[in-house]
């Protein structure tokens, strides 16, 4: 499986984003997807996930009512809608898969950067 993530940029805060994660391969395998983030200095932080199958979502509590995570499963990818974005959003976004095999898979992450 590959993610390739796009849509980060530069926002003022209260302003918005909407990240893609577009997947291509084995993407039948794919059971859950989801949305970390990670800042310098910091570990990885599950931001939100959504099942393939029934679109079952999670997220942090620091993004509820904020981001939506959804997928478009006929084009195999995921979208992540950032509304309302705070300073302390800033970080990189990174798009994993989680397949039926146990394996994650990774893109390479895309720089969101919100000033204040």
């Known amino acids: 499986v590959q993610l390739v993530e796009s849509g980060g940029g530069l926002v003022q805060a209260g302003g918005s984003l909407r990240l893609s994660c577009a997947a291509s391969?084995?993407?039948?395998?794919?059971?859950?997807m989801a949305w970390y983030r990670q800042t310098p200095g910091k570990e990885r932080e599950l931001v939100a996930t959504?099942?393939?199958?029934?679109?079952?979502?999670f997220y942090v509590d620091s993004v509820k009512g904020r981001f939506t995570i959804s997928n478009d499963n006929a084009k195999n990818t995921m979208y992540l809608q950032m509304n309302s974005l705070k300073p302390e959003d800033t970080a990189v976004y990174l798009c994993?898969?989680?397949?039926?095999?146990?394996?994650?898979?990774w893109g390479q992450g895309t720089q969101v950067t919100v000033s204040s």
């Open positions: 959504i099942t393939n199958v029934g679109g079952r979502t």
């Open positions: 994993n898969a989680w397949v039926l095999t146990g394996d994650h898979y």
């Open positions: 391969g084995s993407t039948e395998s794919i059971n859950t």
